[in-house]
Structures are given as structure tokens and as C-alpha cells.
């Protein structure tokens, strides 16, 4: 009997917390999500999954959990949590993006900064709460919907954050699809819905190809904390756009993104140990973070109409949803909801302006405080 009772303790039914218990319960919401309703599964799967791996009790000192050093999970962690995967994702971000939409139709750009209006309002909502600067800044990138940006500057200014603002910053990018049509339907009319933008120009490739390039160094010299995300960001681009390198541009945007997506998002969900993750404080980031998105899309949308106002090229204000930097969902989003008003009207190429526009800004946004708080 005596046997029995120390293996029940020492097992994970002898130390299964009800925190434990609720986690566990929110890994698998994750996955049904992904499975059943299709919010980023490619996201939401390895999270999800890793949230069930990361609150399984163990007795300590067996070097199994992400949070003991030596750990097979440790060694996997320091990739968020010394910044090395953020950049990894924009590589093959960069390889994926056509930034013809934007160069275009440049004044687009500014729906994407209008969106990162939610950066700043959430940064002030945290103050307002009692976090301190750093951590204000790091909850306020939530607002750009950016995963990647979010773990990055959380890992330099509040690692002790790192998995609530992770986990909030890709819960709500998954919830893009959700969250977004609401609030598109309240701040427009039918009748706005309904307009039709003037195609796109084509854009030559000596363009494509010096665009990021001049991109970088304008963006380096404003933002120099930007340099690791936006360098990977307009190199995978280059790559993409040069035609000599396909090879490697091919790499970056499949296999190379799909392994740091997998680790990425494996790794912040084992990190959602309940003894560390279910606090008052965790709670308050995933408000903001919910907060700050909903601003994030009504101002995209408002700065629309009020653009509308002063050009005699309308723009279809659904398409400032997509200033977040959600690529390509939020994109997605605004053709799904273009389409349900008038079938034949086609925006998502209109809406990847301020989506691709929109990741840049987060990642400026996130440079400027980097090199303000460091």
C-alpha cells in the first residue's frame, strides 16, 4: 500500500493542480478552434498541443519542463525567449509578401499606421493599471496583432510576460475572423461597403527589387531596434523579388517558416504552466490585448472614411481593418466581408497594402520603444 501511494504522488495524477486542469482545458479549446472552425490552425494546433505538454505535472529535477535547465524544451525555449525566432518568421514573411499592392497605392501605407494606434492605447492602459514602462510597452505591441513582434520586444523588456503577451498576441490573431467583421459592420454603411477601388498599377521589378533595400535603410536609420525583424523581413523579400535566388526564397517561405512556426509555437504553449500562467496579471493582458485589437481595427476603418473625405479616389474603408498586422488574415477578412455586400467586388489585393504597410509600423513600433527603454 505504502508502495502504491508513493508512486500516486510521484505520478502526474498525485500532483495535478486544478490550474493544471483549467490549462489543459484551454489547450484543447485551442485545438478545436483550429480543427473545427479553422482559426489559424498553423498556429493554433502547435500552441494548443503545447499548453497540454506544459501542464502535465512532474516531480521536479527530472530536466523534463521548459522552465529546467538542460531541458530538451529549455534548449528549444531560448528561441523565444533570447529572440532568435522572430526574426527566423519575418525571413520567410519577407519571402512570402508581394509589397506591389502598397507601392501601388503608397498612401494605402497610411492605414497601416493609423492601425498601430492600438500599440499605443493599450501602453497607456497598462500604465494606467500599474505595470511599469517596460512592461507597458511590451502588453502595448499586443495591439499590433504581431506575434512575432510581440515575443520579440516581451523576450528584451518583460521575459517574466513572455507567455500571457505571447499567447494573447496569437489568440487574437487567430480570432481575426471573429473580431473583425463586428466592428467593420458598425463604423460603415452599406453603401460604403459597397465601393469599388480603381485597380492597381503594375509595379516594374527594378521597383520590387529596390524596394526593399531603400526600405531597410530608411526604416534602420528611424528605428535601429527594428533592424533584426525588418532585416530578415525585406531580406526574405529581396530574395523573393531578385529572380536569382528562388532556390532560397522557395526554402524560406515553406519549409524553413514551417519548422520555426512549429518549434515557435510548440515552445510558448509549454511554456503556460499554470503556477506561472494563471495570475491577475495574465488576465489583465488578455483584456487589453483584446481591447487594443478592437481599437486597432476601428481606427484602420475610421482613418478610411476620413481619408474619403478629403480625396476624390474613394477608398472602401472595409480594407482599413486589415492595418493590422494579422497577414494575411485580416486581408482575408476584408474580402470576406467585400464580397458578402457585392460578390464581384475584389479587395484583398487593396487590403494586403495596409496588411503588409501595417506589419512594418509594428515592427517600427517596437524598434522605437526597444531603443527608448533599453
Same mark, same amino acid.
Given at each position: 500500500?505504502?508502495?502504491?501511494?508513493? #508512486?500516486?504522488?510521484?505520478?502526474? #495524477?498525485?500532483?495535478?493542480?486544478? %490550474?493544471?486542469?483549467?490549462?489543459?482545458?484551454?489547450?484543447?479549446?485551442?485545438?478545436?478552434?483550429?480543427?473545427?472552425?479553422?482559426?489559424?490552425?498553423?498556429?493554433?494546433?502547435?500552441?494548443?498541443?503545447?499548453?497540454?505538454?506544459?501542464?502535465?505535472?512532474?516531480?521536479?529535477?527530472?530536466?523534463?519542463?521548459?522552465?529546467?535547465?538542460?531541458? +530538451? !524544451?529549455?534548449?528549444?525555449?531560448?528561441?523565444?525567449?533570447?529572440?532568435?525566432?522572430?526574426?527566423?518568421?519575418?525571413?520567410?514573411?519577407? =519571402?512570402?509578401?508581394?509589397?506591389?499592392?502598397?507601392?501601388?497605392?503608397?498612401?494605402?501605407?497610411?492605414?497601416?499606421?493609423?492601425?498601430?494606434? %492600438?500599440? #499605443?492605447?493599450?501602453?497607456?492602459?497598462?500604465?494606467?493599471?500599474?505595470?511599469?514602462?517596460?512592461? /507597458?510597452?511590451?502588453?502595448?505591441?499586443?495591439?499590433?496583432?504581431?506575434?512575432?513582434?510581440?515575443?520579440?520586444?516581451?523576450?528584451? !523588456?518583460?521575459?517574466?510576460?513572455?507567455?500571457?503577451? /505571447?499567447?494573447?498576441?496569437?489568440?487574437?490573431?487567430?480570432?481575426?475572423?471573429?473580431?473583425?467583421?463586428?466592428?467593420?459592420?458598425?463604423?460603415?454603411?452599406?453603401?460604403?461597403?459597397?465601393?469599388?477601388?480603381?485597380?492597381?498599377?503594375?509595379?516594374?521589378?527594378?521597383?520590387?527589387?529596390?524596394?526593399?533595400?531603400?526600405?531597410?535603410?530608411?526604416?534602420?536609420?528611424?528605428?535601429?531596434?527594428?533592424?533584426?525583424?525588418?532585416?530578415?523581413?525585406?531580406?526574405? *523579400?529581396?530574395?523573393?523579388?531578385?529572380?536569382?535566388?528562388?532556390?532560397?526564397? *522557395?526554402?524560406?517561405?515553406? =519549409?524553413?517558416?514551417?519548422?520555426?512556426?512549429?518549434?515557435?509555437?510548440?515552445?510558448?504553449?509549454?511554456?503556460?504552466?499554470?503556477?506561472?500562467?494563471?495570475?491577475?496579471?495574465?488576465?489583465?493582458?488578455?483584456?487589453?490585448?483584446?481591447?487594443?485589437?478592437?481599437?486597432?481595427?476601428?481606427?484602420?476603418?475610421?482613418?478610411?472614411?476620413?481619408? *474619403?473625405?478629403?480625396?476624390?479616389?474613394?477608398?472602401?474603408?472595409?480594407? %482599413?481593418?486589415?492595418?493590422?498586422?494579422?497577414?494575411?488574415?485580416? =486581408?482575408? +477578412?476584408?474580402?470576406?466581408?467585400?464580397?458578402?455586400?457585392?460578390?464581384?467586388? #475584389?479587395?484583398?489585393?487593396?487590403?494586403?497594402?495596409? *496588411?503588409?504597410?501595417?506589419?512594418?509600423?509594428? =515592427?517600427? /513600433?517596437? %524598434?522605437?520603444?526597444?531603443?527608448?527603454?533599453?
Amino acid at each position: 500500500m505504502e508502495i502504491f501511494l508513493q #508512486f500516486f504522488q510521484m505520478n502526474a #495524477f498525485g500532483t495535478m493542480t486544478l %490550474g493544471n486542469l483549467v490549462m489543459l482545458a484551454v489547450g484543447c479549446l485551442f485545438i478545436y478552434l483550429a480543427i473545427t472552425k479553422d482559426y489559424e490552425p498553423l498556429l493554433l494546433v502547435p500552441i494548443g498541443f503545447g499548453i497540454l505538454v506544459g501542464n502535465i505535472p512532474f516531480a521536479n529535477g527530472m530536466r523534463l519542463g521548459v522552465y529546467e535547465e538542460g531541458s +530538451v !524544451l529549455s534548449i528549444l525555449y531560448q528561441g523565444v525567449t533570447q529572440g532568435w525566432y522572430p526574426p527566423l518568421i519575418f525571413l520567410g514573411l519577407g =519571402a512570402m509578401t508581394d509589397f506591389s499592392a502598397m507601392l501601388s497605392n503608397p498612401k494605402l501605407i497610411l492605414l497601416g499606421a493609423a492601425a498601430q494606434t %492600438g500599440i #499605443f492605447a493599450t501602453l497607456m492602459g497598462a500604465l494606467f493599471l500599474g505595470f511599469d514602462m517596460n512592461e /507597458a510597452a511590451a502588453i502595448g505591441i499586443i495591439g499590433g496583432a504581431d506575434g512575432p513582434t510581440a515575443i520579440f520586444l516581451s523576450s528584451m !523588456l518583460a521575459p517574466h510576460l513572455l507567455g500571457a503577451i /505571447a499567447i494573447a498576441a496569437y489568440s487574437y490573431m487567430a480570432l481575426v475572423p471573429v473580431i473583425q467583421p463586428p466592428i467593420i459592420y458598425l463604423l460603415t454603411t452599406k453603401k460604403e461597403r459597397l465601393i469599388r477601388m480603381k485597380p492597381s498599377k503594375p509595379v516594374s521589378k527594378r521597383m520590387r527589387i529596390l524596394f526593399p533595400i531603400i526600405a531597410f535603410v530608411a526604416t534602420a536609420l528611424v528605428a535601429p531596434g527594428s533592424i533584426p525583424l525588418l532585416g530578415m523581413l525585406f531580406f526574405g *523579400n529581396l530574395l523573393k523579388e531578385s529572380g536569382v535566388t528562388d532556390r532560397l526564397a *522557395n526554402t524560406a517561405k515553406t =519549409a524553413f517558416i514551417d519548422v520555426i512556426t512549429i518549434l515557435l509555437g510548440f515552445t510558448v504553449g509549454t511554456s503556460t504552466d499554470a503556477s506561472r500562467f494563471l495570475k491577475v496579471e495574465s488576465i489583465q493582458i488578455f483584456v487589453m490585448g483584446a481591447i487594443s485589437f478592437c481599437i486597432a481595427t476601428a481606427c484602420g476603418v475610421l482613418f478610411a472614411k476620413l481619408m *474619403n473625405l478629403l480625396s476624390k479616389n474613394k477608398i472602401n474603408p472595409i480594407i %482599413g481593418a486589415a492595418g493590422v498586422s494579422a497577414v494575411p488574415d485580416s =486581408a482575408r +477578412v476584408c474580402q470576406m466581408v467585400g464580397a458578402k455586400e457585392d460578390p464581384q467586388n #475584389f479587395l484583398i489585393m487593396h487590403a494586403m497594402a495596409p *496588411n503588409v504597410s501595417g506589419v512594418i509600423g509594428s =515592427a517600427v /513600433a517596437a %524598434g522605437v520603444l526597444l531603443a527608448t527603454l533599453l
